[in-house]
């Protein structure tokens, strides 16, 4: 079993910048992928982006690509999602999770996180 916790979510101004926290426990994570997700009010959870953890291969969604960073701290078993350039059309609430495999697609993703909202103002 995997426990996924996130952190770093609040209130900011357009054009400035948030970091959120992932942070893993329980069995080896070595193997699994992390992605970061997010459903805003009224629409369906969506891909943000996904780092490959054995090798630190990215993906981002295009509405997030060159404005969002996501990394990882092995040694602390934490994903980590930068989130610059913030936009209110990014406002949601975001979620970790890890899969064991390599993939965009939310119902494959085993382990979720609870979720930390983020709130951009105009």
């Known amino acids: 079993q995997v426990q996924l916790v996130e952190s770093g979510g609040g209130l900011v101004q357009a054009g400035n910048s948030l970091r959120l926290s992932c942070t893993a426990s329980g069995r080896t994570f070595r193997s699994y992928s992390m992605g970061w997700f997010r459903q805003a009010p009224g629409k369906e959870r969506e891909f943000v982006a996904r780092i490959n953890w054995p090798n630190g291969y990215t993906v981002y969604a295009n509405s997030v690509k060159d404005r969002f960073t996501i990394s990882r701290d092995i040694a602390k078993n934490t994903a980590y999602l930068q989130m610059d350039s913030l936009k209110p059309e990014d406002t949601a609430v975001y979620y970790c999770?890890?899969?064991?495999?390599?993939?965009?697609?939310?119902?494959?993703?085993?382990?979720w996180g609870q979720g930390t909202r983020v709130t951009v103002s105009s």
């Open positions: 999770a890890a899969a064991n495999i390599p993939t965009n697609d939310a119902p494959l993703y085993d382990y």
